[in-house]
């Protein structure tokens, strides 16, 4: 599904350059649920965003469902994340001047899927977040899991085959955290492989699968036996 | 895709900025369109026809201070000196000068009995000799050109010949050939003037006047004084016949002031000073209003920009391409644009109405409000288009890397 073979990042500011990746390997099978742990500044947020296409990497190769994905076109890139990818951001990124269903529809608007196709999955999405009933709500009008929630549906509306979440719940109390969380499991219980940064050693601990990338490079990785999640929490409790 | 619904729910939900850019907008379009509209008002009388050779004819005064010439005998000395000189194609003595903002004018009767007694419309009078026709350039349509011997020496009650202006022709006898008619200056019955020919047409002095087009050649002498004298030369003569035309005329009697040359370029030039200035006053606002608006719609479009970075980020990584951002920034200007240029106009076509009633304006054409929202749609597309690349170029990794 996804597969990452000697990824080169490197960032280039003036008189600094940055390898923000090293050399970086990793396969994600279909249906996985992966939590990334790490310290700050290790690389974490370069990885989701190039596996998301939202920026290019300097060497290595990539495929993403199979498609080769240096060189793609600006063009190529938007589509393949408007089709198969669904973002999730730490700050919720919904755009304030729009209600719910609008924030929602965004993605199925650059799809262009037509009126009632956009109403029929913007409803869907929103009630599978239990927000159905506040579609024409502004995003200044919910709380912090609420708005999360939305962002949530509006990754969800385009039935991506996958999520990528940069510490989904790093700006939500516990008790919201843990619904988003729970709300991510269903997610990926139906079918969707999940990628998601977290700091959370706890719901870390809850993902299938963890790796922890340290200085650009995967360190450290436990893959889940028989479906039961193996859990080396001194790995995890090492980084935080 | 177009998306302007979520646009227009977005601009309705944001506070002052487009508010402000929209009322200059407004403001632009109504002040615009009215002052092309003026414009070309301008422009288009500036532009009549003075049926005159304009590039050929000049004129010039003199002023006899020696009581003891016979002004008859010496003008006709004079015309034969001036016509004599090379480059000089005729020349005439003349009550008034096309163009000049001064000259003689008269309203005439026209009828055979009381019982028909009617006015001509008021025309410039053209007091000149059998060369009128020629000095001036214009064309005989109908009838004939005045002979030598048809100059009188002074206006009689009768067999005073002239011809007029198509447009007082068409006016004066609507139905019929003016040539054969007579006109008379005053009462009916006194100091007739028999028509025999009509020119095409020709201008008198007044340029705002309604009545420019009607003007009346009258074959009678004119030797005061002070005299006005109107000669064709041919072009690029001028320059050296204002140095000949004195000295010949001085050599020949030397007791009067020659001066005042002045060619009927100059004479156009001046009398339509004030549209001229009138109309680049009004050049230099439109184009000022359309830098300023904009001006505020790059500005708006670079403000948002800025504010949205973040927006335009997570759009991009939700799967918007270069273009749609561009269209983004595109459609939310072009549904202000509209909107003020639906307003504006309307703003426009009132504020024609009151220039109408106050400053005697002909009423807006619904052109010019039309072509000013095109025009403000071009000016959009310019201001707009420009940052929104810029915008375009945001890459989707800031919706990951700004908080
Ligand atoms: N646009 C950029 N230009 C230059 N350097 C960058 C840029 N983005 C990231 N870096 C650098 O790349 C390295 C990895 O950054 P990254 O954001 O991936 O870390 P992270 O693991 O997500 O950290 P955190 O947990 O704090 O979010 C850092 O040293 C960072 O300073
Ligand atoms: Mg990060």
Redesign the interface.
């Known amino acids: 599904m996804l597969s990452m073979k000697n990824i080169n990042k490197v960032f280039k500011t003036d008189l600094v350059e940055t390898h923000a990746l090293r050399d970086f390997n990793l396969e994600v099978k279909e249906g996985e649920f992966v939590a990334v742990t790490g310290p700050s500044g290790s690389g974490k947020t370069t990885f989701l965003n190039i596996a998301g296409l939202l920026e290019g990497f300097t060497n290595g190769d990539y495929f993403l469902d199979g498609v080769n994905i240096s060189n793609l076109s600006d063009n190529k890139s938007a589509a393949i994340r408007n089709e198969k990818i669904g973002f999730i951001f730490q700050g919720f990124n919904l755009i304030p001047d729009l209600n719910l269903a609008e924030n929602v529809e965004v993605p199925l608007r650059y799809r262009g899927f037509s009126r009632s196709e956009r109403d029929k999955r913007v409803k869907q999405a929103l009630e599978q977040v239990g927000l159905g009933a506040r579609m024409k709500h502004l995003p200044a009008q919910l709380s912090g899991g609420q708005q999360q929630r939305v962002a949530i549906a509006r990754a969800l509306a385009g039935e991506p085959r996958f999520l990528l979440a940069d510490e989904p719940t790093g700006n939500l109390d516990s008790m919201m955290a843990r619904q988003v969380m729970e709300l991510l499991e269903d997610i990926n219980k139906a079918g969707t492989t999940i990628i998601m940064v977290t700091h959370d050693p706890e719901l870390a601990r809850r993902a299938q699968r963890n790796i922890q990338i340290v200085d650009g490079q995967v360190c450290d990785f436990t893959m889940y036996q028989g479906g039961q999640p193996q859990l080396v929490s001194d790995n995890v409790q090492a980084v935080s | 895709?177009l998306?302007i619904k979520?646009i227009l729910?977005?601009l309705l939900?944001?506070k002052s900025s487009p508010l402000l850019l929209l009322l200059q907008i407004i403001l632009s379009v109504a002040i615009v369109a009215n002052a092309s509209f003026i414009i070309h008002e301008r422009l288009a009388l500036m532009d009549r026809d003075s049926g005159v050779v304009e590039q050929e004819v000049f004129d010039f005064t003199m002023y006899s201070f020696d009581p003891s010439v016979d002004l008859v005998q010496q003008q006709h000395k004079d015309l034969q000196l001036i016509r004599d000189l090379p480059g000089v194609k005729s020349a005439t003595f003349s009550s008034m000068t096309p163009l000049s903002g001064g000259g003689w004018s008269s309203s005439f009767t026209i009828g055979t009995s009381e019982e028909d007694e009617r006015s001509a419309p008021n025309s410039a009078m053209y007091y000149g000799d059998e060369q009128m026709v020629d000095t001036l350039g214009v064309k005989l349509i109908e009838g004939r050109n005045l002979r030598p011997e048809e100059i009188l020496p002074t206006f009689t009650d009768s067999g005073v010949k002239g011809i007029v202006s198509k447009a007082f022709a068409d006016q004066a006898f609507p139905d019929e050939s003016a040539v054969g008619k007579v006109i008379y200056n005053g009462n009916l019955g006194e100091e007739a003037i028999e028509i025999i020919g009509v020119v095409e047409r020709l201008q008198g002095a007044w340029v705002n006047s309604d009545n420019l087009e009607y003007s009346v050649i009258i074959g009678v002498e004119l030797t005061n004084a002070f005299m006005r004298y109107l000669v064709r030369a041919e072009e690029g003569t001028f320059t050296r016949l204002k140095e000949q035309i004195p000295e010949v005329l001085h050599k020949d009697q030397k007791n009067r002031v020659i001066q005042n040359f002045t060619t009927l370029t100059e004479h156009r030039t001046s009398v339509y000073r004030d549209h001229e200035l009138m109309a680049s006053v009004l050049s230099l606002m439109v184009v000022l209003l359309l830098l300023i608006t904009s001006l505020g719609l790059t500005g708006m479009v670079m403000f948002n920009i800025e504010r949205r970075t973040?927006?335009i980020g997570?759009?991009?990584?939700?799967?918007?391409?270069?273009r749609?951002v561009v269209s983004l920034f595109l459609v939310e200007n072009y549904i202000i644009c509209l909107v003020g240029g639906v307003v504006g106009g309307l703003l426009a076509i009132a504020l024609g109405q009151q220039l109408m009633q106050h400053y005697d304006l002909p009423q807006l054409e619904w052109q010019y409000p039309l072509a000013t929202i095109v025009g403000l749609v071009i000016v959009t597309t310019l201001a707009v288009v420009f940052p929104a690349t810029k915008a375009a170029k945001i890459?989707?990794?800031i919706?990951?890397?700004?908080?």
């Open positions: 895709m998306q979520p729910s977005m939900r944001s973040k927006q997570t759009r991009r990584a939700l799967g918007a391409t270069k749609d890459s989707p990794a919706a990951t890397r700004s908080v």
